[in-house]
């Protein structure tokens, strides 16, 4: 069974640093790309990041390029997104998401397929 | 950016009942469209990949149609536990974009 578990969430200030981490089990980690998504508080989902097998292919989305770092350890299984500077408008549930099968991704990337339960991610003073 | 008008925002159905969910691409996005359902506390769940394929396990009363602009979703007999916020998602084109979510309710 797929299950991919998110830690690291918590209160954090503006402009303060923070590191998410998801541990993935019940599939061969290596062989998929890994996206991050949230959602704010009464707001919709939002893609974040997405990283590729080999970490060769990462994309951001613009509210948090140069801000945010997404990054993969293949041996231990993990994903990760290291949060700087965050803002305000950076409170939501962070989820961690494994990318489709390789055949159902386009020009490189892999859309969400299954999702962990999400980490809270609170910035405020 | 290629933006995701899904309509309507909400609405109300009763059990048994057939819904319909569009969503609707600022641009051609081929079939590259997935359907998500979220309910409060878990995580969300792909039904629908590649604009009408079921993914393995999803109940077949959940079908997605379209290509190009123009996204359906349809549950042909609305079940107690379809309560939910459905989505779609664009990944023809970097950003990867959601819809801005239906939210199907009891009548």
């Known amino acids: 069974e797929v299950q991919l578990v998110e830690s690291g969430g918590g209160l954090v200030q503006p402009g303060g640093s923070l590191r998410l981490s998801c541990a993935d089990s019940?599939?061969?980690?290596?062989?998929?790309?890994m996206n991050w998504v949230r959602q704010a508080p009464g707001k919709g989902l939002e893609w974040v990041s997405y990283i590729s097998r080999g970490s060769i292919a990462i994309y951001y989305a613009d509210s948090v390029k140069g801000r945010f770092t997404i990054s993969r350890d293949n041996a231990k299984n993990s994903l990760y997104l290291q949060m700087n500077s965050v803002r305000v408008e950076d409170t939501a549930v962070y989820f961690c998401?494994?990318?489709?099968?390789?055949?159902?991704?386009?020009?490189?990337?892999?859309?969400?397929?299954?999702w962990g339960q999400g980490t809270l991610v609170i910035v405020s003073s | 950016d290629i933006q995701m008008t899904q309509s309507p925002s909400s609405l109300s159905a009763s059990v048994g009942d057939r819904v319909t969910i569009t969503c609707q691409a600022s641009?051609?996005?081929?079939?590259?469209l997935n359907w998500y359902q979220r309910k409060p506390g878990r995580a969300p769940n792909l039904l629908i990949y590649d604009a009408s394929n079921l993914k393995t396990g999803v109940p077949s009363r959940f079908s997605g149609s379209g290509s190009g602009t123009d996204f359906t979703l349809t549950i042909s007999s609305l079940q107690p536990e379809d309560f939910a916020t459905y989505y779609c998602?664009?990944?023809?084109?970097?950003?990867?974009?959601f819809g801005g979510g239906t939210k199907v309710e009891i009548k």
């Open positions: 998602l664009q990944y023809e084109n970097l950003p990867l974009t």
């Open positions: 641009q051609d996005i081929n079939i590259y």
């Open positions: 019940g599939f061969t980690f290596s062989n998929y790309g």
């Open positions: 998401a494994r990318g489709t099968p390789p055949r159902y991704c386009t020009n490189g990337v892999c859309p969400p397929d299954d």
